[in-house]
């Protein structure tokens, strides 16, 4: 009787395992295409790179984006890849990183949540022979030495921040800028966005007033709640600067939600570039008229490229170079532009 | 017909084929998982649940539950880092933010057993001040600047070649094995849970009793929290979220009854590692993370439908075996 | 296969390692009480519960109108015309009467509840029945015996036929217990048929038709009630004679060990005096309600004493908390077997040693030997029926539990004993066991302060009575002077309550 149960218990487990094996199937083209281009090529008969990935988030459209330019770009050059969701946990990621260092990885990129707690792990893959580089969150300089490759958040915040003061003057020439700012608090990418937006705008509109700063925790609904009762508070701010894609929809939808959210009233910038706030920018009649754009494409590629390299003995494994990859502005004056990035990064074709 | 021995060795028997179970088809599934390296990183990642989920055997015994776990972890690591940012020595800083998570525990329990208040209600309820505390002292933010460079030697160190949390974790299980199996405060906790009244008429001091195992426990998540913040470097008034429920499944799956006066401290480590086990098998299988979830919540449902089924609560075992031999 | 409106034929039923029924029997005519009597674990319950569908029987067929039927599950029971009323009232104690009585069986149109056609229904039985409750009472406010007389209206009011009450009459009033008589005998004039479990000789002897006594899960005998006697009716249960129930006493009473002065309690007790000897058996007798359990619980610190004294071995104490009784060397044998005495997780070992644990441990750390030691020696001198001390306590019969527990406050060395009801619910031979385990308490000079409600008992068993009222002493009987009359004058003379 208790066999039975055994058995059953058994099953269950065999059964889910395959049900999640579906996300093999990935692994599984990627194997294909290997063996075709080993063929092809008749190289030598080394074991395929096997690369690990830990991902901030899986949620996030920015995010979902890279994922899969780095699966694209790995499997065309044969490289397994081992992809992990860090769930915005750095507990989490700690974890992740001894995994990946125990399955012997030849190399990891790895965009951690803090600083200080992600050198850490690095030192220790670092120790065990493993490269690692991170990306988009930069490690803490002071205790870990480390490729990094992402935007200069500062500066694309500047461009952005430039691009909504000029607009704003064009809109409301005789109101006073009142900005509001949404953030990550806490997470330098985040918080270093913002101060280049402000930075920027401010260098061209000297008197803007920065309202307020508030904790969005990068999701759209917390960003919504928040903006909601800052707008309670202060109803004639008029420039939300969203540090990402969702906290920016996010207070555009608390906007909407009283009303507003229209381009006669506010200007709404975000930080990102994915598919829903393009949507926004492109309607003539939304405030969300501008976003920074990282490009995930760029982004996904430079760093498997920067992998690679340390791999390949072209880099220092200690190497502390920043990568930048520049970042693009959209605005609602160029659909045609927009268009064509929408299809690049993100790979869609829904029109604008 | 069934002594407590037959039907305490049969359970555990049962918790132990499952983790084997699960260890066999991971082993199978993937060349990573039985590694040396592999085993380390299960038993290390684990540690801090586990010896939360030691003190909270001993309350669950007693059918108490404190759920406010996560957010003490949390308020002891920001504690441990701001005190060492501050200057002071790192083996002071601990047992502070040790102490510190003792605090909570007398909280808990004078709420508990002094206002007589439900226990899921009032650690509900230090669950979120807990927290609120935690960012108050963090200022907002991570503690991570000013730290020495030693700081990280207790969650990311070494003794020979076994991580020190599993060094701690493994002092931690045998101290409290030995007192909940041969100790008064092990009788006297078994006696609570298997019936408060008459533990009370037979002149044990229920109150005090229950007030030393919510420090504990506290003491216990304490030493965890300055673990955590170690292994991470940082003192971070965010982590922790979900720790409360990691701790009560292993609690559960090591055989703690719903009903109260039973558990065993080997028990709950089974559970813990069953809970790290599978984890760790189901990302070397890259198994995505939301079947991971449900994986996970259908394990914990079997195995106590499993354990009631061998107490002779709930699920017949007779009755299915018909039932099945019928249809086929 | 003539009148019988039930017929069990040839009921088998086994647990691992346990043969609870055995080719039993019992047949049952239309319209009679007909009583089920034997010793605990001689198959009562068994059966009953595969009647009520709780349990599946191995073998053996059930007819009812002479009908074969199948019941396997309370369903099933009901509506076969079944309806039982357990020891454990099955009340919802939140809702009301009407709720109650109509639980599971509602008119209702789909799933909203047709309140007004309830409320009738209920009405109308409660009318019929002469039963003084409102409707829309909280069940929680009733007392005992209301809630069964509802349980009765709730059976007839479902078209039961049959109706099988388990110890109904056990915490009711000697009046109480007459309104259920009546109850019953009006209902038997219409045709309704009782099927009466209990240990109870009175009950027996003036409300049943015919007997079936069950032995080791076996018939023993059937018997009608006015052919028969108490003592052939033992004879079946036990399988021997039990001549004396009660042990003869004759030793000695010491010195006064206990003193109380005036003690006015917390709860109930109002200026009650008396004076305990070593040696001495003292009953407490009283009506439900009386006050016995809570001088009992004063007595142990668990009703705290407002005013007066308590004098012990020449010393005045204070009785706080339970600690301080267990400290005075005062034990106290709970109402409450099952809720209050025993931890029934635990083994027999286990609850023998609760509350010396400390005297066996060193640095709290329990020695072993001396714990198992300590339980084997108790289990041999008061015979507590056990196959191991590691046994779940549990799994033993009621009256080996309460053996087990009068261990634990043996080993205590106490001299003082309160003992609650103490033979309550346990079968004829071990309470014999136990009367001599009083016996043997006095013998070696401790004092047994026994409350009970069950008057031979205490005609039985003690040197002097005491009979409470509302929370007073309404007068002390020696033994020479008692009578069940007496004590039943004291325990009613002078309230407000009949």
Same mark, same amino acid.
């Given at each position: 009787?208790?066999?039975?149960?055994?058995?059953?218990?058994?099953?269950?487990?065999?059964?889910?395992?395959?049900?999640?094996?579906?996300?093999?199937?990935?692994?599984?083209?990627?194997?294909?295409?290997?063996?075709?281009?080993?063929?092809?090529?008749?190289?030598?008969?080394?074991?395929?790179?096997?690369?690990?990935?830990?991902?901030?988030?899986?949620?996030?459209?920015?995010?979902?984006?890279?994922?899969?330019?780095?699966?694209?770009?790995?499997?065309?050059?044969?490289?397994?890849?081992?992809?992990?969701?860090?769930?915005?946990?750095?507990?989490?990621?700690?974890?992740?990183?001894?995994?990946?260092?125990?399955?012997?990885?030849?190399?990891?990129?790895?965009?951690?949540?803090?600083?200080?707690?992600?050198?850490?792990?690095?030192?220790?893959?670092?120790?065990?022979?493993?490269?690692?580089?991170?990306?988009?969150?930069?490690?803490?300089?002071?205790?870990?030495?480390?490729?990094?490759?992402?935007?200069?958040?500062?500066?694309?915040?500047?461009?952005?921040?430039?691009?909504?003061?000029?607009?704003?003057?064009?809109?409301?020439?005789?109101?006073?800028?009142?900005?509001?700012?949404?953030?990550?608090?806490?997470?330098?990418?985040?918080?270093?966005?913002?101060?280049?937006?402000?930075?920027?705008?401010?260098?061209?509109?000297?008197?803007?007033?920065?309202?307020?700063?508030?904790?969005?925790?990068?999701?759209?609904?917390?960003?919504?709640?928040?903006?909601?009762?800052?707008?309670?508070?202060?109803?004639?701010?008029?420039?939300?600067?969203?540090?990402?894609?969702?906290?920016?929809?996010?207070?555009?939808?608390?906007?909407?939600?009283?009303?507003?959210?229209?381009?006669?009233?506010?200007?709404?910038?975000?930080?990102?570039?994915?598919?829903?706030?393009?949507?926004?920018?492109?309607?003539?009649?939304?405030?969300?008229?501008?976003?920074?754009?990282?490009?995930?494409?760029?982004?996904?590629?430079?760093?498997?490229?920067?992998?690679?390299?340390?791999?390949?003995?072209?880099?220092?494994?200690?190497?502390?170079?920043?990568?930048?990859?520049?970042?693009?502005?959209?605005?609602?004056?160029?659909?045609?532009?927009?268009?064509?990035?929408?299809?690049?990064?993100?790979?869609?074709?829904?029109?604008? | 017909?069934?002594?407590?021995?037959?039907?305490?060795?049969?359970?555990?028997?049962?918790?132990?084929?499952?983790?084997?179970?699960?260890?066999?088809?991971?082993?199978?599934?993937?060349?990573?998982?039985?590694?040396?390296?592999?085993?380390?990183?299960?038993?290390?990642?684990?540690?801090?649940?586990?010896?939360?989920?030691?003190?909270?055997?001993?309350?669950?015994?007693?059918?108490?539950?404190?759920?406010?776990?996560?957010?003490?972890?949390?308020?002891?690591?920001?504690?441990?880092?701001?005190?060492?940012?501050?200057?002071?020595?790192?083996?002071?800083?601990?047992?502070?933010?040790?102490?510190?998570?003792?605090?909570?525990?007398?909280?808990?329990?004078?709420?508990?057993?002094?206002?007589?208040?439900?226990?899921?209600?009032?650690?509900?309820?230090?669950?979120?001040?807990?927290?609120?505390?935690?960012?108050?002292?963090?200022?907002?933010?991570?503690?991570?600047?000013?730290?020495?460079?030693?700081?990280?030697?207790?969650?990311?160190?070494?003794?020979?070649?076994?991580?020190?949390?599993?060094?701690?974790?493994?002092?931690?299980?045998?101290?409290?094995?030995?007192?909940?199996?041969?100790?008064?405060?092990?009788?006297?906790?078994?006696?609570?849970?298997?019936?408060?009244?008459?533990?009370?008429?037979?002149?044990?001091?229920?109150?005090?009793?229950?007030?030393?195992?919510?420090?504990?426990?506290?003491?216990?998540?304490?030493?965890?929290?300055?673990?955590?913040?170690?292994?991470?470097?940082?003192?971070?008034?965010?982590?922790?979220?979900?720790?409360?429920?990691?701790?009560?499944?292993?609690?559960?799956?090591?055989?703690?009854?719903?009903?109260?006066?039973?558990?065993?401290?080997?028990?709950?480590?089974?559970?813990?590692?069953?809970?790290?086990?599978?984890?760790?098998?189901?990302?070397?299988?890259?198994?995505?993370?939301?079947?991971?979830?449900?994986?996970?919540?259908?394990?914990?449902?079997?195995?106590?439908?499993?354990?009631?089924?061998?107490?002779?609560?709930?699920?017949?075992?007779?009755?299915?075996?018909?039932?099945?031999?019928?249809?086929? | 296969?003539?009148?019988?409106?039930?017929?069990?034929?040839?009921?088998?039923?086994?647990?691992?390692?346990?043969?609870?029924?055995?080719?039993?029997?019992?047949?049952?005519?239309?319209?009679?009480?007909?009583?089920?009597?034997?010793?605990?674990?001689?198959?009562?319950?068994?059966?009953?519960?595969?009647?009520?569908?709780?349990?599946?029987?191995?073998?053996? $067929?059930?007819?009812?109108?002479?009908?074969?039927?199948?019941?396997?599950?309370?369903?099933?029971?009901?509506?076969?015309?079944?309806?039982?009323?357990?020891?454990?009232?099955?009340?919802?104690?939140?809702?009301?009467?009407?709720?109650?009585?109509?639980?599971?069986?509602?008119?209702?149109?789909?799933?909203?509840?047709?309140?007004?056609?309830?409320?009738?229904?209920?009405?109308?039985?409660?009318?019929?029945?002469? +039963?003084?409750?409102?409707?829309?009472?909280?069940?929680?406010?009733?007392?005992?015996?209301?809630?069964?007389?509802?349980?009765?209206?709730?059976?007839?009011?479902?078209?039961?036929?049959?109706?099988?009450?388990?110890?109904?009459?056990?915490?009711?009033?000697?009046?109480?217990?007459?309104?259920?008589?009546?109850?019953?005998?009006?209902?038997?004039?219409?045709?309704?048929?009782?099927?009466?479990?209990?240990?109870?000789?009175?009950?027996?002897?003036?409300?049943?038709?015919?007997?079936?006594?069950?032995?080791?899960?076996?018939?023993?005998?059937?018997?009608?009630?006015?052919?028969?006697?108490?003592?052939?009716?033992?004879?079946?249960?036990?399988?021997?004679?039990?001549?004396?129930?009660?042990?003869?006493?004759?030793?000695?009473?010491? $010195?006064?060990?206990?003193?109380?002065?005036?003690?006015?309690?917390?709860?109930?007790?109002?200026?009650?005096?008396?004076?305990?000897?070593?040696?001495?058996?003292?009953?407490?007798?009283?009506?439900?309600?009386?006050?016995?359990?809570?001088?009992?619980?004063?007595?142990?610190?668990?009703?705290?004493?407002?005013?007066?004294?308590?004098?012990?071995?020449?010393?005045?104490?204070?009785?706080?908390?339970?600690?301080?009784?267990?400290?005075?060397?005062?034990?106290?044998?709970? $109402?409450?077997?099952?809720?209050?005495?025993?931890?029934?997780?635990?083994?027999?070992?286990?609850?023998?040693?609760?509350?010396?644990?400390?005297?066996?441990?060193?640095?709290?750390?329990?020695?072993?030997?001396?714990?198992?030691?300590?339980?084997?020696?108790?289990?041999?001198?008061?015979?507590?029926?056990?196959?191991?001390?590691?046994?779940?306590?549990?799994?033993?019969?009621?009256?080996?539990?309460?053996?087990?527990?009068?261990?634990?406050?043996?080993?205590?060395?106490?001299?003082?004993?309160?003992?609650?009801?103490?033979?309550?619910?346990?079968?004829?031979?071990?309470?014999?066991? +136990?009367?001599?385990?009083?016996?043997?308490?006095?013998?070696?000079?401790?004092?047994?302060?026994?409350?009970?409600?069950?008057?031979?008992?205490?005609?039985?068993?003690?040197?002097?009575?005491?009979?409470?009222?509302?929370?007073?002493?309404?007068?002390?009987?020696?033994?020479?002077?008692?009578?069940?009359?007496?004590?039943?004058?004291?325990?009613?003379?002078?309230?407000?309550?009949?």
């Amino acid at each position: 009787m208790k066999k039975i149960l055994s058995i059953v218990l058994v099953m269950i487990i065999g059964l889910s395992l395959l049900a999640g094996c579906s996300k093999k199937e990935v692994k599984e083209n990627t194997d294909n295409k290997e063996v075709a281009s080993e063929k092809d090529n008749k190289k030598d008969e080394k074991k395929p790179l096997k690369i690990g990935v830990i991902y901030l988030t899986a949620e996030h459209p920015y995010y979902q984006a890279h994922a899969m330019h780095t699966q694209n770009y790995t499997a065309e050059k044969g490289i397994k890849l081992i992809e992990l969701d860090g769930k915005v946990d750095q507990a989490n990621m700690a974890n992740q990183m001894e995994n990946l260092v125990s399955q012997k990885v030849d190399g990891i990129i790895y965009c951690l949540l803090e600083g200080t707690a992600g050198s850490a792990d690095i030192n220790m893959a670092q120790e065990a022979g493993i490269p690692v580089i991170t990306f988009a969150i930069k490690h803490d300089p002071k205790t870990a030495d480390a490729t990094f490759v992402g935007i200069d958040e500062k500066s694309a915040g500047a461009l952005g921040g430039v691009e909504a003061a000029n607009k704003f003057m064009d809109q409301f020439p005789d109101k006073k800028a009142k900005i509001a700012v949404i953030e990550m608090t806490g997470v330098s990418a985040s918080t270093d966005r913002s101060d280049g937006f402000i930075e920027g705008f401010q260098s061209v509109i000297t008197d803007a007033e920065v309202v307020v700063r508030l904790n969005g925790e990068g999701k759209k609904d917390k960003a919504m709640a928040v903006v909601e009762d800052a707008i309670q508070a202060n109803p004639d701010i008029n420039v939300f600067f969203g540090a990402n894609g969702d906290q920016g929809l996010g207070a555009l939808a608390a906007l909407e939600a009283q009303g507003r959210g229209t381009i006669d009233t506010e200007i709404v910038i975000s930080h990102d570039g994915s598919e829903p706030e393009l949507l926004k920018i492109a309607d003539p009649e939304s405030a969300l008229k501008i976003a920074n754009a990282n490009l995930p494409k760029d982004l996904a590629e430079a760093t498997v490229d920067t992998i690679l390299e340390i791999i390949n003995g072209e880099r220092e494994m200690k190497n502390t170079d920043d990568i930048f990859v520049p970042s693009a502005v959209i605005t609602g004056d160029d659909i045609e532009a927009a268009q064509k990035f929408l299809k690049e990064q993100y790979n869609s074709d829904t029109q604008l | 017909m069934n002594s407590r021995l037959n039907s305490r060795y049969l359970q555990r028997f049962m918790i132990i084929g499952i983790l084997l179970v699960l260890c066999v088809v991971f082993a199978v599934m993937s060349e990573e998982f039985f590694t040396y390296i592999n085993i380390r990183n299960i038993l290390r990642q684990q540690s801090m649940v586990a010896i939360t989920a030691a003190g909270a055997t001993f309350v669950m015994i007693t059918t108490g539950l404190d759920i406010s776990v996560g957010s003490t972890i949390a308020l002891s690591g920001v504690v441990f880092a701001k005190l060492v940012q501050g200057g002071m020595p790192l083996l002071p800083a601990c047992l502070i933010a040790i102490l510190v998570g003792g605090i909570v525990g007398l909280i808990n329990a004078s709420m508990i057993v002094g206002a007589k208040i439900n226990p899921v209600i009032a650690t509900l309820g230090s669950m979120y001040a807990v927290r609120g505390i935690a960012y108050l002292v963090a200022g907002g933010t991570t503690i991570a600047n000013g730290l020495p460079k030693n700081f990280n030697v207790l969650g990311r160190g070494y003794i020979g070649p076994v991580p020190i949390p599993v060094v701690i974790m493994i002092l931690v299980y045998i101290v409290f094995h030995f007192v909940l199996s041969r100790t008064l405060l092990g009788k006297y906790t078994y006696a609570i849970g298997g019936n408060k009244e008459t533990a009370r008429l037979s002149g044990i001091s229920v109150a005090k009793v229950m007030v030393l195992l919510y420090v504990i426990t506290g003491l216990l998540t304490g030493l965890s929290g300055t673990i955590m913040a170690s292994r991470l470097t940082s003192g971070n008034p965010q982590i922790g979220t979900g720790f409360e429920f990691d701790v009560i499944i292993a609690v559960f799956l090591g055989g703690v009854s719903t009903t109260g006066g039973e558990g065993t401290i080997v028990g709950t480590f089974i559970g813990a590692m069953i809970v790290g086990v599978l984890s760790n098998g189901l990302n070397l299988l890259g198994v995505d993370p939301f079947y991971q979830y449900i994986i996970k919540g259908i394990v914990l449902v079997l195995a106590v439908m499993l354990d009631m089924a061998l107490k002779g609560n709930g699920l017949s075992l007779k009755s299915l075996n018909k039932r099945i031999l019928a249809k086929s | 296969m003539s009148n019988y409106i039930l017929e069990m034929n040839d009921i088998s039923k086994s647990f691992p390692g346990v043969k609870a029924l055995q080719n039993v029997s019992l047949k049952v005519k239309y319209g009679e009480v007909h009583c089920l009597m034997g010793e605990n674990g001689a198959g009562k319950s068994t059966l009953i519960n595969i009647l009520a569908g709780l349990l599946e029987k191995d073998t053996g $067929e059930i007819f009812i109108d002479q009908k074969p039927v199948s019941i396997n599950n309370p369903h099933d029971a009901y509506r076969n015309g079944i309806s039982f009323i357990f020891q454990e009232l099955s009340v919802v104690d939140t809702l009301t009467v009407e709720e109650n009585m109509t639980l599971g069986f509602e008119s209702s149109y789909g799933s909203i509840v047709n309140k007004k056609e309830n409320i009738k229904r209920v009405k109308n039985i409660l009318q019929k029945l002469n +039963i003084d409750i409102l409707y829309n009472s909280y069940v929680g406010d009733l007392t005992v015996c209301e809630k069964q007389m509802m349980l009765i209206a709730k059976a007839l009011s479902q078209d039961s036929k049959i109706i099988v009450m388990d110890e109904p009459t056990a915490s009711l009033t000697n009046k109480e217990t007459d309104e259920l008589f009546k109850m019953i005998e009006s209902l038997k004039e219409e045709g309704v048929t009782f099927i009466y479990v209990s240990h109870r000789f009175e009950d027996i002897f003036t409300i049943g038709d015919r007997i079936t006594v069950f032995r080791d899960g076996k018939n023993a005998k059937d018997l009608i009630v006015k052919d028969t006697s108490e003592e052939e009716i033992i004879r079946y249960m036990v399988g021997r004679n039990i001549e004396d129930t009660f042990p003869k006493r004759n030793h000695e009473i010491g $010195e006064t060990i206990l003193e109380v002065e005036k003690i006015c309690a917390k709860e109930l007790i109002k200026d009650v005096s008396f004076q305990l000897k070593r040696g001495q058996v003292l009953g407490v007798s009283g009506l439900a309600g009386a006050g016995k359990t809570e001088l009992a619980r004063a007595l142990f610190g668990d009703n705290p004493i407002i005013s007066g004294h308590i004098t012990l071995k020449g010393q005045k104490i204070n009785l706080n908390k339970p600690q301080d009784a267990i400290k005075s060397k005062i034990a106290l044998l709970p $109402e409450e077997r099952r809720t209050q005495g025993i931890v029934g997780k635990m083994t027999v070992r286990e609850n023998i040693s609760l509350v010396v644990s400390n005297r066996l441990s060193k640095l709290c750390v329990i020695n072993r030997k001396k714990d198992r030691q300590l339980a084997k020696k108790y289990i041999k001198d008061i015979n507590v029926k056990t196959p191991t001390p590691e046994q779940i306590i549990r799994f033993l019969s009621g009256g080996n539990q309460q053996k087990a527990i009068i261990g634990k406050w043996l080993a205590t060395e106490a001299d003082i004993f309160l003992l609650d009801e103490p033979t309550r619910g346990i079968d004829i031979g071990a309470k014999s066991e +136990i009367y001599e385990i009083i016996n043997g308490l006095t013998k070696s000079g401790k004092a047994v302060l026994l409350f009970s409600s069950e008057l031979p008992e205490l005609l039985g068993v003690c040197d002097d009575i005491m009979v409470m009222n509302n929370g007073r002493l309404a007068g002390v009987l020696s033994n020479e002077e008692a009578t069940q009359e007496e004590i039943m004058k004291l325990s009613v003379g002078g309230s407000d309550h009949e």
